[in-house]
């Protein structure tokens, strides 16, 4: 089995690479999406309940818009919530990486993790594969999402640089162009990847 890290900032298009990888046949765990989910669990809505009070929804669900308001804004607060979700997300990835290794040995398996260098869980993977755009274009691209210039900016610097996270990266993925030529340098890491996979 092969554990890929993959990683970007906001608007660099790592969810459309991680979609591409999963089309040509890897497994793809989104921690966003195991974060989405350990929001909904009781014990972690308590905890930041405790912790920023009351930024859930009237259904008794966390406003992610809420939360995001709060600790986009103040470092200490976005480190106190990171404190709560990630040792759980960690876990959760272990948890689906063991499981797929079990029914399928010889695997790919690509986790896509925004904050992978900064958490330090980059050790964790066989590979890590870095998605690239400048901060001009990820700039635009947030500012066609609808963020505010002042929100994007926020978002942005919220990360690690991308020109630092390079330095991290065995692979670099240059998504500075259309979809066509991104989805080809998909193609050819995916090849690469697989060969690594069949060595080992």
Same mark, same amino acid.
């Given at each position: 089995?092969?554990?890929?890290?993959? %990683?970007?900032?906001?608007?660099?298009?790592?969810? %459309?690479?991680?979609?591409?990888?999963?089309?040509? @046949? +890897?497994?793809?765990?989104? +921690?966003?999406?195991?974060?989405?989910?350990?929001?909904?669990? &009781?014990?972690? #809505? &308590? #905890?930041?309940? $405790?912790?920023?009070?009351?930024?859930?929804?009237?259904?008794?669900?966390?406003?992610?818009?809420?939360? @995001?308001?709060?600790?986009?804004?103040?470092?200490?607060?976005?480190?106190?919530?990171?404190? =709560?979700?990630?040792?759980?997300?960690?876990?959760?990835? &272990?948890?689906?990486?063991?499981? =797929?290794?079990?029914?399928?040995?010889?695997?790919?398996?690509?986790? &896509?993790?925004?904050?992978?260098?900064?958490?330090?869980?980059?050790?964790?993977?066989?590979?890590?594969?870095?998605?690239? +755009?400048?901060?001009?274009?990820?700039?635009?691209?947030?500012? #066609?999402?609808?963020?505010?210039?002042?929100?994007?900016?926020? /978002?942005?610097?919220?990360?690690?640089?991308?020109?630092?996270? =390079?330095?991290? +990266?065995?692979?670099?993925?240059?998504?500075?162009?259309?979809? $066509? /030529?991104?989805?080809?340098?998909?193609?050819?890491?995916?090849?690469?990847?697989? !060969?690594?996979?069949?060595? !080992?």
């Amino acid at each position: 089995m092969l554990k890929v890290g993959l %990683t970007g900032s906001i608007g660099t298009g790592k969810s %459309t690479v991680g979609k591409i990888f999963s089309e040509l @046949g +890897a497994y793809v765990i989104d +921690a966003d999406k195991v974060v989405h989910t350990l929001l909904k669990r &009781e014990d972690i #809505k &308590e #905890k930041i309940r $405790k912790e920023f009070g009351d930024v859930f929804d009237s259904k008794g669900e966390i406003d992610r818009k809420k939360l @995001g308001s709060i600790v986009f804004k103040d470092p200490e607060k976005k480190k106190k919530l990171e404190s =709560i979700i990630h040792p759980e997300v960690r876990k959760e990835i &272990e948890r689906s990486i063991k499981k =797929i290794e079990d029914k399928d040995p010889e695997s790919i398996v690509i986790v &896509e993790v925004p904050l992978l260098i900064e958490t330090g869980s980059y050790r964790d993977y066989d590979i890590v594969i870095l998605v690239y +755009a400048p901060e001009k274009l990820q700039l635009e691209r947030l500012i #066609k999402k609808g963020f505010s210039k002042d929100e994007a900016l926020r /978002r942005i610097r919220s990360q690690l640089p991308i020109d630092e996270k =390079i330095k991290y +990266a065995d692979i670099v993925i240059y998504n500075t162009g259309d979809l $066509k /030529r991104l989805r080809e340098e998909v193609e050819s890491v995916y090849r690469k990847l697989k !060969e690594k996979v069949k060595k !080992e």
